[in-house]
Protein backbone atom coordinates (compact mmCIF):
# COMPACT_ATOMS: atom_id res chain seq x y z
CA UNK A 1 0.00 0.00 0.00
CA UNK A 2 1.13 3.47 -1.03
CA UNK A 3 0.85 6.74 0.91
CA UNK A 4 1.33 8.77 -2.40
CA UNK A 5 -1.69 10.67 -3.54
CA UNK A 6 -3.24 10.04 -7.59
CA UNK A 7 -1.92 12.61 -9.92
CA UNK A 8 -4.96 12.59 -12.18
CA UNK A 9 -4.87 13.30 -15.89
CA UNK A 10 -7.27 12.66 -18.88
CA UNK A 11 -5.81 12.35 -22.21
CA UNK A 12 -5.02 14.53 -24.49
CA UNK A 13 -7.44 12.85 -27.50
CA UNK A 14 -10.25 13.48 -24.79
CA UNK A 15 -12.29 16.35 -26.61
CA UNK A 16 -15.77 14.70 -26.62
CA UNK A 17 -18.01 16.96 -24.37
CA UNK A 18 -16.54 15.81 -20.36
CA UNK A 19 -17.19 12.14 -20.80
CA UNK A 20 -13.88 10.91 -20.08
CA UNK A 21 -11.92 8.92 -17.74
CA UNK A 22 -9.03 9.88 -15.60
CA UNK A 23 -6.12 8.03 -14.78
CA UNK A 24 -2.78 8.51 -12.05
CA UNK A 25 0.02 6.42 -13.67
CA UNK A 26 2.09 8.02 -11.25
CA UNK A 27 0.96 5.05 -8.15
CA UNK A 28 1.54 2.06 -10.93
CA UNK A 29 5.90 1.61 -9.82
CA UNK A 30 4.96 2.23 -6.07
CA UNK A 31 1.56 0.27 -5.89
CA UNK A 32 1.64 -1.76 -9.36
CA UNK A 33 -2.05 -0.26 -10.09
CA UNK A 34 -3.82 2.19 -12.25
CA UNK A 35 -6.65 3.81 -10.61
CA UNK A 36 -9.54 4.88 -13.65
CA UNK A 37 -12.10 7.32 -12.40
CA UNK A 38 -14.75 9.64 -14.08
CA UNK A 39 -13.75 12.93 -14.82
CA UNK A 40 -17.23 13.74 -14.05
CA UNK A 41 -17.27 12.70 -11.00
CA UNK A 42 -13.95 13.36 -9.10
CA UNK A 43 -15.30 12.25 -5.49
CA UNK A 44 -16.84 9.34 -6.91
CA UNK A 45 -16.05 5.61 -7.14
CA UNK A 46 -12.18 4.52 -8.33
CA UNK A 47 -11.71 1.95 -10.09
CA UNK A 48 -7.97 0.11 -9.54
CA UNK A 49 -6.69 -2.02 -12.08
CA UNK A 50 -3.77 -4.05 -12.05
CA UNK A 51 -0.78 -2.43 -14.35
CA UNK A 52 -0.96 -5.54 -16.46
CA UNK A 53 -4.67 -5.83 -17.05
CA UNK A 54 -4.43 -1.82 -17.66
CA UNK A 55 -2.05 -2.52 -20.65
CA UNK A 56 -4.08 -5.34 -21.98
CA UNK A 57 -7.09 -3.17 -21.99
CA UNK A 58 -5.64 -0.22 -23.59
CA UNK A 59 -3.73 -2.52 -26.28
CA UNK A 60 -7.35 -4.31 -27.11
CA UNK A 61 -9.07 -0.84 -26.98
CA UNK A 62 -5.68 0.22 -29.86
CA UNK A 63 -7.01 -2.97 -31.59
CA UNK A 64 -10.14 -2.08 -32.40
CA UNK A 65 -11.43 -5.63 -30.12
CA UNK A 66 -14.37 -3.41 -28.18
CA UNK A 67 -17.52 -1.87 -29.98
CA UNK A 68 -18.24 1.22 -29.57
CA UNK A 69 -21.09 2.02 -27.28
Known amino acids: ?9 TSS ?4 GGN ?3 IAVNLVA ?5 PVRD ?3 PNGP ?3 ASAD ?10 AGEFEAV
Open 20 to 22: CVE
Open 13 to 16: YSSN
Open 39 to 41: SKN
Open 1 to 9: MTTESPRWF
Open 30 to 34: SGGMV
Open 46 to 48: VLR
Open 53 to 62: AFVSFVSGVR
